[in-house]
């Protein structure tokens, strides 16, 4: 069975610090997606990435990072010079093309607050 | 990227009641599906909506509380039936585009509130 963990449940930092949040996920598959999501306070669900499992390239885009390591099942993100407006809460997610289509399997999120 | 959107945005409801919610996809779809979100919680697939045949439900969630249509490729509703306050959650609606497989977007949700 597939599962998402991000142990982080909450994190505050104070703007511009940078921070990274930590997802390891578990999968039977070859074959799987990863996914973030941002979901600011007015509670929409807003895509970030989607990672295939066969590519373990980091990627960078503008503040964002993130970082893929199959070796240790982990997909970290992080947000370079955090801004306030960062502030939501973050899912990482995981699909198992496989064996359950697009269905995805959430983590359960970690709270990120950026203090001015 | 697909733009979804859902109705109501959020209502509030009497115990014993039902609410349909519908969601709407600006072009056609493989795949959609519902998620509920409790209060502070994760999301939790509910069940995937499959366009012209009944709903594929995930372990805990069963028709008769959820019932789920899909009559063609950009459109599904999901009911919530006889509320009670445990039903308080964020319901969401999600899709995968034709051409992005497994590149899910998800709608603004509906916030709803038993009391």
């Known amino acids: 069975a597939q599962k998402v963990t991000q142990a982080q449940t909450e994190i505050s930092v104070v703007e511009k610090e940078d921070v990274t949040l930590d997802c390891v996920y578990e999968?039977?598959?070859?074959?799987?997606?990863l996914f973030w999501y941002k979901q600011p306070p007015s509670g929409e669900l807003v895509f970030l990435i989607r990672?295939?499992?066969?590519?373990?390239q980091n990627e960078i885009s503008g503040r964002y990072s993130w970082n893929f390591q199959k070796s240790t099942s982990s997909f970290n993100f992080t947000i370079t010079a955090s801004q306030v407006v960062d502030s939501a809460v973050y899912f990482c997610a995981l699909s198992e093309r496989e064996t359950s289509g697009s269905r995805l399997t959430f983590g359960e999120g970690t709270q990120l607050t950026v203090n001015p | 990227s697909a733009v979804i959107s859902q109705k109501p945005s959020r209502d509030i409801c009497q115990r014993g009641t039902s609410l349909t919610i519908q969601c709407q996809v600006d072009s056609q779809v493989t795949m959609m599906f519902w998620y509920r979100q409790q209060p502070g919680q994760s999301l939790t697939l509910i069940a995937t909506?499959?366009?012209?045949?009944?709903?594929?439900?995930e372990s805990g969630f069963v028709i008769d509380k959820f019932p789920i249509s899909r009559p063609n490729l950009t459109f599904s509703t999901l009911t919530v039936s006889n509320m009670s306050p445990e039903d308080s959650s964020i319901y969401l609606c999600?899709?995968?585009?034709?051409?992005?497989?497994?590149?899910?977007?998800f709608g603004p949700g509906t916030r709803l509130t038993v009391l």
């Open positions: 999968t039977r598959d070859t074959t799987y997606y």
């Open positions: 999600s899709a995968v585009g034709s051409r992005s497989y497994n590149e899910q977007f």
């Open positions: 990672r295939n499992s066969f590519d373990e």
């Open positions: 909506a499959n366009q012209g045949s009944e709903a594929t439900y």
